[in-house]
Nanobody
Framework: QVQLVESGGGLVQAGGSLRLSCTASGRTFSIYMGWFRQAPGKEREFVAAISWSGSSTYYADSVKGRFTISRDNAKNTVYLQMNSLKPEDTAVYYC??????????????????WGQGTQVTVSA
């Protein structure tokens, strides 16, 4: 079993930056980690994912070049650095864990573990 706890959300002006953290506990060995987000009235969508080693990363087109996913396995923590934020980035951001690999980590149903979510609000 894996438990995930997100932190780092908040209110920021457009063009600003935030860094989200997701700390995992339990049996985290070899799992991919991902970030998804859900805006009001919309479905949860893929944002980014990272392999266990950190050597492979995947991004949604909407955040590529602005967001960076990374992980520190010694701290059991995954990060999402968000730069050049836009109002359309406003959502609840969720950290997830999956034993899927590669491009399958873009798929919501492949995730077995979820955190409680953290709110990110970007004002215009």
């Amino acid at each position: 079993q894996v438990q995930l706890v997100e932190s780092g959300g908040g209110l920021v002006q457009a063009g600003g930056s935030l860094r989200l953290s997701c700390t995992a506990s339990g049996r985290t060995f070899s799992i991919y980690m991902g970030w998804f987000r859900q805006a009001p009235g919309k479905e949860r969508e893929f944002v980014a994912a990272i392999s266990w080693s950190g050597s492979s990363t995947y991004y949604a087109d909407s955040v590529k070049g602005r967001f960076t996913i990374s992980r520190d396995n010694a701290k059991n923590t995954v990060y999402l650095q968000m730069n050049s934020l836009k109002p359309e980035d406003t959502a609840v951001y969720y950290c997830g864990g999956t034993r899927a690999m590669g491009v399958m980590t873009r798929i919501l149903s492949q995730y077995d573990y979820w955190g409680q979510g953290t709110q990110v609000t970007v004002s215009a």
